[in-house]
């Protein structure tokens, strides 16, 4: 796995180099023009930020159940995963916005869900950090209940009444559109997967290093 | 099924003797309750007059910070007596251990908030009694799901460092739904004619939130508490 | 994240945002007052005339920039452990001769 990493990241990164060409080759979108591009990348942080606070929330409960080490692991690295897409997608968003519906931000259900999901793992950073001893399973809690959140974040924009587009959108673009955003995405996909192994194998590292410690101080 | 009941019942029945004798907690969240309000009330005047909506907003508001004092002070007590670890030595199923605590949690915030409507209604001359059924039934299905999530951080967190300001820190991101339905709900209410259906709407929604903490709060207490 | 990176992602996110505009009125809530008739972009008044490119490239400027920090974050927190479980091998090492 430590192999692959440097080849994972650097084909994440020419993909990413790349995709603002692709993107620029894309169709514009009738009403809203050329901001509408960013949702090449707003759309794919999104979806990984909603994937990675399921993944950390499933690491958490395994952890909960079995205590094994290397679930907290994968769930520490989700957790901060999902703050660094939530930040980009909660960045992105509003700079769209703000063209495309005049605000920086509106209180709809989507909106307000989502930032509160992002703070929801930015206090699980905060506890891993300032808990002291114990604070992995507090945290694998929190992450539960993090995780409990997403699924109402996906339908909100569909049973809500919101200014946010539904989730009809994506599956129904034409193909000059979607190409470039599968494109994307699997760019996002990668380079996800590249950032949590890297971040596992920190922390794998961190606890072999107090596990030396321990064994010196005997 | 009956002993869960029973255990959970002789928890709270401990701890409103011991609320009864000293009434420490519930005086100081009721007091700290009302100065919230206050310096809400004076916060938002206009005209000297407070505003009806911001009534809605400040109600909820002084519930949940009063309620996060309250559910500090609680397991703090708990953990200088060490009582809390003589519960979870007691031969009793953990989950109901849990419950005992979430039942007496909402009832003494149950008691802040009996003092606290009126008084909010009164402020910001809202009429918050207009609908008393479903206000109560708004109010107690809002108290729930907040305490349901903050009982388990709360006890969670008993044996953490800097316990005292991590305790908001999880626990308002996770209520804010919470604490937006009870606000909604409480607006729809406040309306020139009361739109019940919308106040309806919000007190299901809670109803719903209150099934999935409650059921996952009783899920995690058993592994989050054990060493 | 060490508080360091944090600040400055935030900063960035400010001196975006700062230099967008909050000096500008926020707009009420909802959809910008209707005009009428059909009126070509070059003639909108000026506050309307948004501009779109910048919003985009600061968006895909912040995204490359974000994730190189974290890469960078990661990057040196690996390279810190690592260097300590060196040295320590090193000493026991040493130690166990």
Known sequence: MRRMFLPALFVAAAMFAFAPVYVARAPFESTMGLVQKIFYFHFPSAILMLTSAIVSGVGSAWFLARKRPSADRLAFAAAELTVLFGLLTLVTGPLWARKAWGVWWQWDARLTMSLLLWMIFVAYLLLRKYGGPGSETLSAGLAVFGMANVPFIYVSVNVWRTIHPKTTVVPTLPVDMSAPLWFCFAAFALLYMTLLTARMRLEEQRSQLEQLYLEIED | ?227 | MKAVHVAFVLLIALLVFGHEGFAQPQPPAGPPPQIEGFVPVDSLPPAEQLPAARLLIIAYAFVWVAIFFYVWSLWKRLGKVEGELHQLAKRTGANAR
């Not at chain 2, 009832?107 to 109560?136: D, S």
């Not at chain 2, 951080?153 to 460092?161: E, G, I, K, S, T």
């Not at chain 2, 316990?163 to 339905?181: E, F, K, M, Q």
């Open chain 2, 1 to 227: 099924m009956h002993e869960f009941f029973r255990v959970a019942w002789i928890i709270v029945k401990k701890d409103l003797t011991v609320e009864v004798r000293s009434r420490e907690i519930l005086y100081t969240t009721l007091f700290f309750a009302i100065s919230c309000v206050l310096v809400f009330a004076v916060a938002f005047v206009r005209e000297g007059a407070a505003l009806t909506e911001a009534g809605a907003g400040i109600l909820w508001i002084a519930i949940a910070f009063a309620g996060t004092l309250a559910l500090g002070r609680t397991f703090e007590r708990e953990r200088h007596t060490e009582t809390l670890r003589a519960l979870l030595l007691a031969p009793a199923d953990r989950p109901a251990v849990y419950f005992g605590k979430l039942v007496g949690i909402v009832a003494l915030l149950a008691a802040t908030e009996l003092i606290l409507l009126p008084l909010v209604a009164l402020l910001f001359q809202a009429p918050l009694l207009g609908r008393p059924l479903l206000m109560g039934l708004l109010m107690a299905a809002g108290t729930i799901g907040f305490c349901a999530v903050g009982t388990l951080f709360a006890a969670m967190l008993v044996r953490a460092r800097s316990r005292d300001v991590l305790l908001p820190i999880l626990l308002y991101p996770i209520t804010i739904p919470v604490i937006i339905a009870g606000v909604r709900g409480t607006l729809a209410l406040l309306e020139q004619v009361p739109n019940e259906a919308l106040a309806r709407f919000w007190i299901a929604l809670l109803v719903f939130f209150d099934v999935v903490f409650v059921t996952l709060s009783l899920w995690t207490f058993e592994p989050l508490m054990t060493e």
